[in-house]
Antibody, heavy 125, light 105 residues
Framework: EVQLVESGGGLVQPGGSLRLSCAASGFSFSNYWMHWVRQVPGKGLEWVSRINPDGSRTKYADSVMGRFTISRDIAKNTLYLQMNSLGDEDTAVYYC??????????????????WGKGTTVAVSS | DTQMTQSPSSLSASVGDRVTITCRASQSISSYLNWYQQKPGKAPKILIYAASTLQSGVPSRFSGSGSGTDFTLTISSLQPEDFATYYCQQSYSAPTFGQGTRLEI
């Protein structure tokens, strides 16, 4: 079964750090771009970060640039999100998602086809 | 960054209704547009990608159309399990999501 399972969320004080993990199973993890997406309770989805299949290219939302680092361990089939200098605005459910690809005559259509159940991060003193 | 704007933000409808949700991109994104459904306490689920391609296993009452900057998601005959929040997302560049459309009875 294709599956993503997040872990590492919890309560952290402002200015603190946390590392989220996303364990992948049931597919060739090393073949896919992967993303982190977050959602403040009761609010919409916010894309956070992405990483390419071999881990050499990353990109971040402006809201987390310089504070968060995405990485992956191919041998462990695990995606990570290191979060530093956390603030109240980072309180959210964090999802990891797989970016599937549909290739059509030179066009590349990507979409998030597999999601984890999410892990909750609460930043509070 | 490409901004995505959905309308309406919320929508009241009944079982059997035909419903349309729109999504507008701040610049042309060709057909790089995806639609997701999210139910309370659950992760989003892909419905449609590439603007109009139905994901495997998704009922045919869902359809998508559009290209460039204007897109629509249509549910031809609402079923009880369709009451949820719907998001568009562009994959032309770093992903961005619309603010969501809450579909309620």
């Amino acid at each position: 079964e294709v599956q993503l399972v997040e872990s590492g969320g919890g309560l952290v004080q402002p200015g603190g750090s946390l590392r989220l993990s996303c364990a992948a199973s049931g597919f060739s993890f090393s073949n896919y771009w992967m993303h982190w997406v977050r959602q403040v309770p009761g609010k919409g989805l916010e894309w956070v970060s992405r990483i390419n299949p071999d881990g050499s290219r990353t990109k971040y939302a402006d809201s987390v640039m310089g504070r968060f680092t995405i990485s992956r361990d191919i041998a462990k089939n695990t995606l990570y999100l290191q979060m530093n200098s956390l603030g109240d605005e980072d309180t959210a459910v964090y999802y990891c998602a797989r970016y599937a690809l549909d290739k059509r005559t030179g066009l590349y259509y990507y979409y998030m086809d597999v999601w984890g159940k999410g892990t909750t991060v609460a930043v509070s003193s | 960054d490409t901004q995505m704007t959905q309308s309406p933000s919320s929508l009241s409808a009944s079982v059997g209704d035909r419903v349309t949700i729109t999504c507008r991109a701040s610049q042309s994104i060709s057909s790089y547009l995806n639609w997701y459904q999210q139910k309370p306490g659950k992760a989003p689920k892909i419905l449609i990608y590439a603007a109009s391609t139905l994901q495997s296993g998704v009922p045919s009452r869902f359809s998508g159309s559009g290209s460039g900057t204007d897109f629509t998601l249509t549910i031809s005959s609402l079923q009880p399990e369709d009451f949820a929040t719907y998001y568009c997302q562009q994959s032309y560049s770093a992903p961005t999501f619309g603010q969501g459309t809450r579909l309620e009875i």
